[in-house]
C-alpha cells in the first residue's frame, strides 16, 4: 500500500495538527510529544488522511450496505479544513475538494490504514528513521 509523498511547500498541517491526525489512526501509540514531528511525519499524516478520505469515497457506492463510519472527532473538523484549502485537485481521485467540507472516513478504511501502517510508525517512533 503507497501513500503519496508531499514536498515540504505542500504540507496543511502544523506539529500539532499532524500529531492529532497520528492519534486518530494509531492511539495512544501516536508519540506523546507533537513537536518532534518532522517534515517527514507530518507528511506521513496528511497522506494517511487524503488516502482515508479518497478510499472512502471510493466505497461510497456501498453506503447502503456498509453504514459504518467514523465520526471524527471536532478537533479534526478544523484539520479538514485546512486541508481542503491546502489540496491539490491530483491528491484525490475519487473524493473532491467539495467533499471534504463534510469528508466521511468509513471504519474499514480506517482500520485498513491502521493495520498496515502502524508498525511502521512504531519502528519510527523507536527509531527516530522515516516511516514511508
Known amino acids: 500500500m503507497e501513500?503519496?509523498?508531499f514536498k515540504s511547500s505542500e504540507l496543511a498541517f502544523t506539529q500539532q495538527?499532524?500529531?492529532?491526525?497520528l492519534v486518530f489512526f494509531?492511539?495512544?501509540?501516536?508519540?506523546?510529544v507533537p513537536g518532534w514531528m518532522t517534515d517527514n511525519d507530518r507528511s506521513f499524516a496528511q497522506a494517511l488522511l487524503v488516502e482515508a478520505i479518497d478510499k472512502s469515497y471510493a466505497m461510497s457506492w456501498m453506503q447502503a450496505i456498509l453504514?459504518?463510519?467514523v465520526n471524527p472527532p471536532t478537533s479534526l473538523r478544523a484539520i479538514f479544513?485546512?486541508?481542503a484549502r491546502k489540496a491539490a485537485r491530483d491528491w484525490f481521485n475519487e473524493a473532491t475538494l467539495s467533499d471534504l467540507k463534510n469528508p466521511r472516513?468509513?471504519?474499514t478504511i480506517k482500520?485498513?490504514?491502521t493495520l498496515h501502517w502502524r508498525t511502521a510508525w512504531e519502528i519510527r517512533i523507536q527509531t527516530g528513521d522515516p516511516v514511508y
Do not use: D, H, M, P
Request: glycine share 12%; charged share 20%; aromatic share 12%.
Open 3 to 5: 501513500l503519496r509523498k
Open 17 to 21: 495538527e499532524a500529531w492529532q491526525v
Open 26 to 32: 494509531f492511539g495512544g501509540n501516536a508519540s506523546s
Open 67 to 69: 453504514r459504518v463510519t
Open 81 to 83: 479544513g485546512r486541508l
Open 105 to 107: 472516513i468509513y471504519l
Open 111 to 113: 482500520n485498513q490504514l
